[in-house]
């Protein structure tokens, strides 16, 4: 899940809390307005009124973003769930060339080269292990740490 999707949509979430405070707020200080105003006296009550129906109106907006939020949230809990279930395909394509790698490198044995071939796919052996239980975090390649293009996987130990 990338994180900056996550972020986004936490700070979209903020927002809209600090609106809802900022209105509920604004709403109070109007609706105190109205204690001790004579309610027949129609020039005295009306302009507190329509700062209600402004704040009323402004929270409609408001639930309106929420609901909007709201959706994008479900969709960023379900977007894990529908890759999982999409990356099974993947995974088990990986282990077949894994395991075939093993297979042809045990038919290689003794040529040039294949001490450091087993240890390379011994090494990538374990990096499969370890992304298969999730003990893995992204780090920058040394190469280019300025583009997430050159991302690796790291063991978390």
């Known amino acids: 899940m990338p994180v900056d999707a996550i972020r986004g949509q936490t700070d979209v979430a903020e927002r809209i809390r600090t609106d809802v405070d900022g209105t509920s707020q604004q709403y109070a200080e109007t609706r105190a307005l109205l204690v001790g105003k004579d309610e027949n006296d129609l020039d005295e009550i009306m302009p507190v009124l329509e700062e209600l129906v402004a704040q009323a109106q402004g929270m409609a907006e408001i639930g309106e973003s929420f609901a909007g939020l709201s959706e994008s949230m479900t969709d960023l809990r379900e977007k894990p769930q529908r890759l999982r279930q999409d990356l099974v395909p993947l995974r088990e394509r990986v282990h077949a060339a894994f395991h075939a790698a093993q297979d042809e490198l045990t038919a290689a044995d003794g040529a040039p080269g294949w001490f450091g071939w087993q240890a390379d796919l ?28 050159n991302w690796s996987a790291t063991l978390v130990t």
């Open 122 to 149: 011994a090494g990538l052996g374990d990096r499969l292990t370890a992304l298969d239980e999730g003990r893995v975090v992204p780090t920058r390649s040394a190469r280019s740490p300025t583009t997430t293009a």
